[in-house]
């Protein structure tokens, strides 16, 4: 069974790659390295021991991707590819919605045109938006997203859903993750930003490492147990599983949280990675940014029921993993 990856040599899509390998599949990669680099590869291969199908190259391009599914015997595709930094989108939102949207539009017609009925999307929290508390239940309505990079996610669905309404016999689930961290046990792969990180974890251990001289918290005055955000932290692993979990159970349109169903605050996940690195992290409480929320944390027995999906590792395990990354790839791969 041929799975088209695109993004896959990406922080979620490459530890996703090494659970699809593991498990036999035949895997196709796609990814262009905005957002990766080509040594991802190499250690999927190494951590695996298998081979794959690899094509450099950008969800735009719609001849390639008619060349993918021409010469590939592709069953399903896995869809992460696409913009992703918060910050960003504010600043340059046009990039944002041309490259996730009209981008997922090429690979959607692509896959109509070469009869590929099988979809697991990459969505995001974000589309909850700032108006549902926490927990977040799959049934809630979602928009009111506080970023265009939310928006997208939040478009894509909707896209997603009518392409389904209209094609009875396509099968699309969307993956609602909450706040994917960790890495690897063997520490060949994790979370590799390009600059300044945009999100907690890597920054976190950067400061770790002494890269970075300290870590900013935005806002301790939050309807909290000790004032600060509190997400729901997910193991990159377990998340990748999920896929798979996905993969195995597409049945029409279906959408899923993928999340512990816990809330960590900021300083509870300093703490824990303070523990198990045995590195002191200064930080410095600074006031609250615009459109960031109290609690974002996940129901997750739609997942638990229907997809026998059920996270396995906890936040000190997910700590251990993110600092032996960090800690034996001080500089990225």
């Avoid at 005055?221 to 979990?245: A, E």
């Avoid at 349109?253 to 605050?265: A, C, D, E, P, R």
Wanted: proline share 4%; hydrophobic share 35%.
């Amino acid at each position: 069974m041929g799975i088209l990856v695109t993004g896959g040599a990406g922080y979620i899509g490459s530890h996703t790659c090494v659970e699809l390998l593991n498990q036999g599949y035949e895997v196709i990669v796609l990814d262009n390295f905005y957002n990766s680099k080509p040594e991802s590869l190499n250690r999927i291969k190494q951590i695996s021991g298998k081979s794959f199908k690899f094509y450099e190259g950008d969800i735009l391009d719609r001849e390639l991707l008619k060349k993918i599914f021409a010469d590939e015997k592709v069953d399903s595709v896995i869809h992460f590819a696409g913009l992703k930094a918060v910050g960003e989108s504010v600043r340059i939102p046009l990039k944002y919605y041309h490259n996730n949207i009209t981008g997922t539009l090429i690979l959607l017609e692509c896959m109509l045109e070469a009869n590929v009925k099988n979809l697991v999307f990459s969505s995001s929290a974000t589309v909850y938006g700032y108006k549902n508390p926490a927990p977040y239940f799959e049934e809630m309505e979602i928009g009111n997203c506080t970023n265009p990079y939310g928006q997208t996610k939040f478009m894509i669905e909707q896209i997603l859903k009518d392409l389904c309404n209209a094609n009875p016999d396509f099968n699309m689930t969307i993956l609602r993750y909450f706040n994917p961290i960790g890495a690897h046990v063997s520490g060949l792969i994790g979370e590799d930003p390009s600059g300044i990180p945009n999100n907690l974890m890597p920054f976190i251990t950067q400061v770790a490492v002494g890269k970075l001289k300290k870590l900013n918290i935005y806002g301790n005055d939050y309807d909290t147990p000790d004032g600060t955000g509190l997400r729901d932290y997910i193991h990159v692993v377990d998340l990748g599983r999920g896929h798979l979990c996905a993969l195995k159970n597409l049945s029409g349109y279906k959408v899923y949280n993928l999340g512990t169903g816990k809330g960590t605050s900021v300083l509870e996940l300093v703490s824990a990675l303070e523990k198990v690195s045995g590195k002191n992290i200064p930080y410095e409480l600074v006031t609250r940014r615009e459109g960031d929320i109290a609690s974002c944390y996940a129901n997750v027995d739609k997942a638990r029921k229907e997809l026998g999906f059920e996270a396995e590792f906890d936040i000190e395990r997910m700590c251990e993993d993110s600092w032996r990354w960090q800690s034996e790839n001080p500089n990225g791969m």
